[in-house]
């Protein structure tokens, strides 16, 4: 994949949202790094860092870009006990 301006000021802008919002540590050098940010993307509640998400999603063609709204209450329950580490998810 080729990296553009737009897409590493996205991921930028988008890193930046998600060290804030969800204490989540991504390095852009990571080798699963977008993959990491849309993942996050779609657990977070706050609607600009679900935009970027689609936006991160276009530039990069690795997901469509249909980030929609947040999980159900439910379902954000069982994911508060999920850490991503290195770009995994942790559970415990």
């Known amino acids: 994949m080729e990296f553009n301006k737009a897409l ?6 988008l890193r930046r949202r998600l060290r804030e919002e ?11 790094a977008i993959p990491a940010m849309l993942a996050a993307c779609l657990s ?3 609607e ?3 935009d970027l998400g689609k936006q991160l ?3 990069s063609d690795s997901a469509p870009a249909t980030i929609n709204t947040p999980p159900p209450p439910a379902a ?5 006990s999920v850490r991503i580490y ?5 559970t415990g």
Request: net charge positive; proline share 3%.
């Open 57 to 59: 999603a276009a530039y």
């Open 86 to 90: 290195r770009g995994q998810r942790v």
């Open 22 to 32: 969800q204490q989540l540590h991504i390095r852009l050098s990571q080798p699963d």
């Open 44 to 46: 977070s509640s706050d």
């Open 8 to 13: 590493l000021d996205c991921m930028q802008t």
């Open 76 to 80: 954000k329950e069982n994911l508060s």
């Open 48 to 50: 600009l860092t679900r």
